[in-house]
C-alpha cells in the first residue's frame, strides 16, 4: 500500500501541536518532498517518455550540474531540504540546523546529526546525464540539480543514498518496500517534468511497481 507523501496544513499542525503539548507529546513532522501525482496521472506521464539507450556517461562530471545553490536568503538547496523534510528543525543564522531530527524513507532510519543525513537527488545526476542532460545548459543543470518543486531532493542516510549511487529503479529500490509505490510515481514525475528519456529496462521496472506497489 502506498505511504504518500504529503504536506500536512498549517491549521492541522497548529491544532496537533497544541494538543499533543498539553498531553506532554511531541508535534508530528510538519513537511515532506512534493508529493508526486496520482495514480492515473503517472501511466499518462509514463507512456509520453521517450524510450532510448541509454547514452555514454563518458563525459559526465558532477560539476556540470551546479548545486546547492541559495535559495532564499542564507538558505542554499541542501539546508531547505533540511529544514522542509525534518522534525522539530531549529537552524542559526547561517541556515544550518542546530537541531531536529530526519527519518530516512529509503531505511527508516532516523537521525539528530544533520551531518549524518544526505539530500539525495532522486534522479540521480549521472543518470539525467545519460537521459538527455548532457545536452543541456549549464543553466539548466544547476536548475535541476536544485528542483525543489517536484520530489526531486529527499534528505535520506548517506548508507542508503551511496547504496543507491546512480541506479535507476531496474537496478535498485529503497528497502522500505512501503515507499515503493511514491518511489515509482516520483521517479516518472521527475523525468516527466524534465523531458528525460527511459530505457526499455528502466520503463518494465516502473511499470512493474506501479502495478504491484500501488
Known sequence: MRTPLRRIPGAVLAAAATTLLVLGGAAPASAAPPPPPSLDEVRGLLAELEVEDEGSGSDYDRDLF??????????????????????????????????????????DVTVSDPSEISVDHFVPLAEAWRSGADTWTTDEREKFANDIDTGQLWAVTPASNSAKGDKDPAKWMPEQESIHCDYALTWVHVKSTWKLSIDAEEKAAVEGLLDSAC
Not at 96 to 102: D, I, K, Q, R
Open 66 to 107: 551546479p548545486h546547492w545553490s541559495t535559495v532564499e536568503g542564507n538558505c542554499n538547496t541542501r539546508e531547505h531540504v533540511l529544514k522542509r523534510d525534518g522534525d522539530g528543525v531549529e537552524t542559526g543564522e547561517d541556515c544550518y540546523p542546530t537541531a531536529g531530527s530526519w527519518t530516512s524513507v529509503f531505511d
